[in-house]
């Protein structure tokens, strides 16, 4: 089955700042890519997502992400964070033949934004 | 623009007790779902529903019912509430099943149950 890592549970990061966030999955099968993003007291919404085609993904508010098929990795970075990107992110995965339709969620990844 | 929406907020129950978190969404989709959240596992999804009329079980349905007489609702019911349904509960929609499409959130109910 389908599982889905978040390697780091915090990351802390000066303001712009680089920063990376890692996410790999357990299965080489064909599948989908997300990246969501929650905001403090706020519902997730959807950061980028891989479905086909480029392996380099654009998302919104400066993100990117980019698919490695070998390393079953989708990791999400950013060239310079502001304090307003602090929030938690999740990556989230798809086998595209999986007939259930089952989004596996990873366990979040904390974004900490230090002035 | 409504999107999701979802009440209450907040809730402390006393276990044993019955609630229901209402849902709805004003975007006409047809795919709705809940999700529970605790720290360090993610989202898991308790129930869905891929139309008005029909409901499916998720990952973790125990102790949860839905129901889905119309396209904009989708309330989730608590029949007997235990401590270990405390957590933060999510409605979320988007337009089909499909995986391709966008997954919209309501802003999520904190339920403590003592």
């Known amino acids: 089955a389908q599982s889905v890592t978040q390697l780091d549970s915090q990351v802390p990061v000066f303001e712009e700042a680089p920063v990376e966030l890692r996410c790999n999955y357990s299965?080489?099968?064909?599948?989908?890519l997300f990246w969501y993003v929650q905001y403090p007291n706020q519902g997730l919404q959807l950061l980028l997502k891989?479905?086909?085609?480029s392996t380099l993904v654009k998302g919104i508010n400066g993100f990117e992400a980019e698919f490695n098929k070998s390393q079953t990795s989708f990791h999400l970075r950013k060239p310079s964070v502001h304090i307003s990107d602090t929030a938690e992110y999740f990556c989230?995965?798809?086998?595209?033949?999986?007939?259930?339709?089952?989004?596996?969620w990873g366990a979040g990844t904390k974004l900490i934004i230090k002035p | 623009n409504a999107g999701v929406t979802q009440t209450p907020k907040f809730q402390v129950l006393k276990t044993g007790q019955s609630m229901t978190l209402q849902c709805a969404q004003d975007?006409?989709?047809?795919?709705m779902s809940w999700y529970r959240q605790d720290p360090g596992m993610g989202l898991r999804l308790i129930h869905y529903?891929?139309?008005?009329?029909?409901?499916d079980q998720g990952e973790v349905p125990n102790g949860y019912n839905v129901s889905r007489s119309t396209t904009e609702d989708f309330p989730l019911r608590l029949l007997s509430a235990a401590p270990s349904q405390t957590s933060v509960y999510f409605c979320a929609s988007s337009a089909s099943r499909d995986r391709g499409n966008t997954i919209y959130f309501g802003e999520g109910s904190w339920l403590t149950v003592v």
């Open positions: 891989y479905l086909s085609g």
């Open positions: 989230a995965v798809s086998d595209v033949m999986d007939s259930n339709y089952q989004l596996i």
């Open positions: 975007m006409n989709h047809e795919y």
């Open positions: 299965s080489s099968v064909s599948v989908y």
């Open positions: 529903s891929v139309g008005a009329g029909i409901t």
